[in-house]
């Protein structure tokens, strides 16, 4: 069984500049999430989708960030314009049950 | 609100040693309880669970946990540590009426040497 995808695995950008994130959960896993992970810390959720629908987008900075699910499969998740703080590791992570599996997650760093 | 500590931001051990690694909790109810361990450029991967039952919880790769409702615990042990445990490891709450939303610890840096 694949586990999550996640691209890119690295990006490096400048301040301003948009950024894009793709994630692919676990065939059959409807719930998906996007945490961001700052540097020695825990993970922090941004957003839950179940299915296509944004069921708790409560931590996502709605000014500059973005996600979509289309199809209840594939998500991406949009930061613009992206800032300094903005760097971090986004996971993303998929669940059938209880279990949540993560992605390797991508790495951003942002000058 | 709900809180997860991890008072050891690092340890270290040497190989074949014992290991605990402390995990408190902040929540009025019963919480669903996890840890997680990411390896250097790794997505996290669940290592054991509790959500009711049996206080003392088996997981994968030799560990276990024990859930000490009066102290609001949940630490994760081994009782011998190989090289390849080396890792960040992760505790994480699971609301009770909300089991999909998971509020992680810092972490606590496992380093093991030889």
């Known amino acids: 069984e694949a586990g999550v995808v996640q691209s890119p695995r690295y990006k490096i950008i400048e301040k301003k500049q948009p950024v894009a994130f793709w994630c692919n959960p676990i065939s059959g896993h409807n719930t998906l999430y996007w945490y961001r992970q700052n540097l020695g810390q825990g993970p922090e959720l941004l957003i839950r989708y179940e299915n296509e629908e944004a069921v708790d987008d409560s931590q996502l900075p709605k000014d500059r960030f973005s996600a979509e699910r289309l199809k209840g499969v594939d998500s991406t998740l949009k930061i613009q314009p992206a800032e300094l703080g903005d760097s971090a590791v986004y996971l993303c992570?998929?669940?059938?049950?209880?279990?949540?599996?993560f992605g390797p997650g991508t790495r951003l760093t942002v000058t | 609100a709900q809180s997860v500590t991890q008072p050891d931001i690092h340890i270290t051990v040497s190989e074949g040693a014992s290991l605990e690694l402390r995990c408190n909790y902040s929540?009025?109810?019963?919480?669903?309880l996890f840890w997680y361990v990411q390896s250097p450029g790794q997505g996290l991967q669940l290592l054991l669970k509790?959500?009711?039952?049996?206080?003392l919880v088996q997981g994968i790769k030799g560990f276990e946990a024990e859930f000490k409702r009066s102290q609001s615990s949940f630490n994760l042990r081994k009782p011998s540590v190989h090289w390849s445990d080396a890792a960040e490891y992760f505790c994480a709450v699971g609301l009770s009426y909300n089991t999909d939303k998971l509020i992680f610890g810092t972490g606590t840096r496992l380093q093991v040497f030889p």
């Open positions: 992570a998929s669940a059938s049950t209880y279990e949540q599996y």
């Open positions: 509790y959500f009711s039952g049996d206080t």
């Open positions: 929540y009025g109810a019963t919480p669903y």
